[in-house]
């Protein structure tokens, strides 16, 4: 008898240590595989990427900031892009088509996905920001190639829709059928369901192919600023603050967070609001305006883009954040 007892504890003390042991594991664990659940009665935002065009890690980078995302996939960020999902009328769309739109698709199938056989509309419409590398390019995806899509909804500028009429390989998208080009000049408003409505604010940014916009989408509940790149806040005749009143979230410019993240090459050529310079801005701003800003559209130098590291501790300190693939706004 003795000999059982003196068998049984060492055991349930080894239980105890390891499950003492393991709690904050089973808790982390337990913490990433619960996202918010997605509304089921009113529309909503689903983030699918927050990098800079050229994505996390980027082609070539051999330093700390692409290896490290290499190495585990969870440091991963795809291209900035957004869907705007309504599960009223189980129909979705897409804010800007990035080069990593299949991975995108994938992620976004829990959300309104289409269920007919064949090829049905992977979104009710596709609305780009303007036409660079990472804004746009994802569009190739819905060619013959790839999905095959029937007349896909595209909207854009003027410029932006004589742009992807007039050059290959985007003009065979067009005439094969695959997408159809609509034009939502900047300034206007259209309404994508009843209560939702998607507009169009120009922006300053480089234009060597087409004007930039950002998108405001207004659901019954809330609002949602989109708005990936512009040079400076100061070229923009709109004071963001007045824009950020209006809504409830806003994605901001977040490419670079301080001037010396490109060594050998001059933020002038490529010029975005610092997130250091935005912090500043926006601190006077009340509580709540603060915190409805995410930055997004992270370059993969930005220290910011690495949970915990002291850039990210800075945004939040200030009562902004970073936003995240899987993010859900409702609106
Ligand atoms: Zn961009
Ligand atoms: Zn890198």
């Not at 009340?286 to 997004?296: V, Y």
Request: charged share 20%; net charge negative.
């Amino acid at each position: 008898m003795s000999r059982t007892r003196h068998h049984h504890a060492p055991a349930r003390a080894r239980l105890i240590w390891l499950v003492w042991l393991a709690w904050p594991l089973f808790a982390l664990v337990a913490c990433s595989a619960t996202p918010d659940p997605a509304p089921t009665d009113r529309p909503y935002a689903l983030v699918l990427g927050t990098a800079q065009d050229a994505g996390l890690p980027q082609l070539g980078c051999r330093a700390l900031c692409c290896e490290a995302a290499r190495a585990d996939a969870s440091l991963r960020r795809l291209v900035s892009s957004v869907l705007i999902v309504d599960p009223r009328t189980d129909q979705r769309w897409l804010l800007d088509a990035s080069p990593d739109l299949a991975e995108q698709v994938e992620l976004a199938r829990e959300h309104a996905a289409p269920t007919a056989p064949g090829r049905p509309a992977l979104f009710a419409g596709i609305f780009l920001t303007h036409a660079h590398l990472g804004h746009y390019t994802g569009l190739a995806e819905l060619g013959r190639e790839a999905y095959g899509s029937e007349a896909t909804p595209v909207w854009g500028t003027e410029s932006l829709v004589s742009f992807i009429e007039g050059n290959g390989p985007w003009s065979l998208l067009v005439s094969a059928g695959h997408i159809e080009t609509r034009i939502l000049p900047p300034g206007n408003t259209i309404e994508l369901a009843p209560e939702l409505t998607i507009s169009s604010i120009p922006v300053p940014h480089r234009d060597e192919f087409s004007d930039t916009v950002a998108y405001r989408v207004q659901g019954p509940g809330g609002a949602l600023l989109y708005l990936p790149d512009i040079d400076q806040w100061e070229r923009w005749p709109l004071p963001i603050e007045s824009v950020l009143v209006d809504v409830e979230h806003a994605l901001l410019d977040g490419t670079f967070f301080s001037a010396d993240e490109l060594p050998g090459r001059s933020i002038a050529d490529i010029p975005h609001p610092l997130i250091s310079e935005s912090i500043r801005r926006f601190s006077d701003l009340p509580r709540r305006e603060r915190a409805k800003i995410h930055f997004t559209h992270l370059n993969h130098s930005n220290p910011a883009a690495t949970p915990h590291s002291p850039a990210q501790g800075a945004i939040l300190r200030a009562g902004m954040d970073i936003a995240t693939g899987g993010m859900l706004l409702p609106l």
